[in-house]
């Protein structure tokens, strides 16, 4: 089974500034998939980000970037120039490959960091 | 990206009664539909995957007879809360996936609210 974890709870920064997101995961699996999400007040849960665990290349989407570190199965989540919209729950999440049905795009997902970005 | 709709948004209702939530996929084929529970400030509790056409699975913990899912069709997939009680009011978030995707999408979830 899969666990995700994400260490820190709550964390603030101050609009502009630069923030990371740690997530850790440990699984036996070689081809998965990881994915932060936000969930905002509106609570619609957003993809930012997703890895595919067999690209060396750090996934980047605009002023998100991750830090993918396989071999020590850490998938970190850094927002630059932080906005007031930033403001939010997010959430590591890994998911293993199938091409089956059964369970297809089944995720285990971290306990959520509450980020504020203060004016 | 691939649109998932849930139906109500938001739903009162008595302590006995059920209650039904819709899960839809508007614009592809979801062979795989999850249900999950979220607890305010905490993660999603998945409650079970349904795969098109046969019966739930259920994870550990969850009663498969007060939480009865169906999914018929390749675009719709129901939860029945059945016998409601005030211990069930939470927020009820679905997502649908398909064989060889590599995400999954959300609905916007449905805030229940038992009396």
């Known amino acids: 089974a899969q666990t995700v974890t994400q260490s820190q709870p709550e964390m603030s920064v101050q609009e502009a500034e630069t923030v990371t997101l740690s997530c850790t995961y440990d699984t036996s699996e070689n081809n998965y998939y990881l994915f932060w999400y936000k969930q905002p007040p509106s609570r619609q849960m957003i993809l930012v980000i997703r890895?595919?665990?067999?690209?060396?290349q750090n996934a980047t989407e605009n002023r998100f970037s991750v830090n993918f570190q396989k071999a020590a199965k850490s998938f970190s989540l850094k927002i630059s120039d932080s906005q007031l919209g930033d403001t939010a729950m997010y959430f590591c999440a890994f998911m293993k490959h199938s091409n089956s049905v059964p369970n297809a795009g089944k995720s285990t997902f971290g306990d959520g960091t509450t980020l504020t970005v203060k004016p | 990206g691939a649109v998932v709709s849930q139906h109500p948004s938001r739903v009162i209702c008595k302590s006995g009664t059920s209650v039904k939530i819709e899960c839809r996929s508007l614009d592809f084929q979801a062979t795989t539909m999850f249900w999950y529970r979220q607890f305010p400030k905490k993660s999603l509790m998945l409650m079970a995957t349904?795969?098109?056409?046969?019966?739930?699975?259920?994870e550990q913990g969850v009663e498969k007879d007060k939480f009865l899912i169906n999914h018929a069709s390749l675009t719709l997939s129901t939860l029945t809360v059945t016998s409601a009680h005030p211990e069930d009011s939470s927020f009820y978030i679905c997502?649908?996936?398909?064989?060889?995707?590599?995400?999954?999408?959300f609905g916007p979830g449905t805030r229940l609210t038992v009396t």
């Open positions: 997502s649908a996936s398909s064989a060889g995707a590599y995400e999954q999408y």
């Open positions: 890895q595919e665990a067999y690209k060396q």
């Open positions: 349904s795969n098109e056409g046969s019966k739930a699975t259920y």
